[in-house]
């Protein structure tokens, strides 16, 4: 049964930082992509970044280029979201969401709160 656990949220001033970690078990093989999803209040479900397994390439949301850096651990069965110079509307609920297959799974979720 595939996992997959979310860690490192928390509450941080404006400007500060934060890493949010991703940790996928319960399958053999690789998965095609690992990206972390983010949910404000009252507010739909929003991709935030995507690092693919295949060479390793990356995209992200205008929201958070340049602030945020999505990574894959050795074992491709983790990834990393630093984020950095937070802001107030980065509040939100973190989902790790992983690609095996064609098939998503997903965490529970991390909250992040930024104050102003």
């Known amino acids: 049964q595939v996992q997959v656990v979310e860690s490192g949220g928390g509450l941080v001033q404006s400007g500060g930082s934060l890493t949010l970690s991703c940790a996928v078990s319960?399958?053999?093989?690789?998965?095609?992509?690992m990206s972390w999803y983010r949910q404000a209040p009252g507010k739909e479900r929003e991709l935030v970044a995507t690092?693919?397994?295949?060479?390793?390439?990356?995209k992200y949301s205008e929201s958070v280029k340049g602030r945020f850096t999505i990574s894959r651990g050795d074992t491709l069965n983790t990834a990393t979201l630093q984020m950095n110079t937070l802001r107030p509307e980065d509040t939100a609920v973190y989902y790790c969401?992983?690609?095996?297959?064609?098939?998503?799974?997903w965490g529970q979720g991390t909250q992040v709160s930024v104050s102003s």
């Open positions: 690092v693919y397994t295949g060479g390793g390439s990356t």
């Open positions: 969401n992983v690609d095996i297959g064609g098939n998503d799974y």
């Open positions: 319960g399958f053999t093989g690789r998965s095609n992509s």
